[in-house]
């Protein structure tokens, strides 16, 4: 049975940096693209970032290109969201997301699996 937990989360000052873990188990991570997702209350879900499988094509969001870097270890089936030069805009719920197809999108539709989702705050 697959099984997707993020962890990572926390609060930082403006300018800082976190990163996000996804932990896939019951499956290969290469089996799967992943996209990374946030919403904040009251607002539509984001598309932050994604890979096709095995680590293929990335894409991401505008508003995160030269911040939000992912990358994947698939000896340890962990997919990673490096979030660096934070905002006070990057404070919401963050969410991983699985796919089977083999490129990634930034639509959640085309998504299957879900974690829980993990939170970030940043303020000074």
């Known amino acids: 049975q697959l099984h997707v937990v993020e962890s990572g989360g926390g609060s930082v000052q403006p300018g800082g940096s976190l990163r996000l873990s996804c932990v896939v188990s019951?499956?290969?991570?290469?089996?799967?693209?992943i996209g990374w997702f946030r919403q904040a209350p009251g607002k539509e879900r984001e598309g932050v970032s994604c890979?096709?499988?095995?680590?293929?094509?990335?894409k991401s969001a505008n508003s995160v290109k030269g911040r939000f870097t992912i990358s994947r270890d698939n000896a340890k089936n962990t997919h990673y969201l490096q979030m660096d030069r934070l905002i006070p805009e990057d404070t919401v719920v963050y969410f991983c997301?699985?796919?089977?197809?083999?490129?990634?999108?930034?639509?959640?539709?085309?998504?299957?699996?879900w974690g829980q989702g993990t939170k970030d705050t940043v303020s000074s």
């Open positions: 019951g499956f290969p991570l290469d089996h799967y693209a």
């Open positions: 997301a699985l796919t089977r197809g083999l490129h990634c999108s930034l639509y959640g539709n085309d998504y299957s699996d």
């Open positions: 890979d096709g499988r095995g680590g293929g094509i990335v």
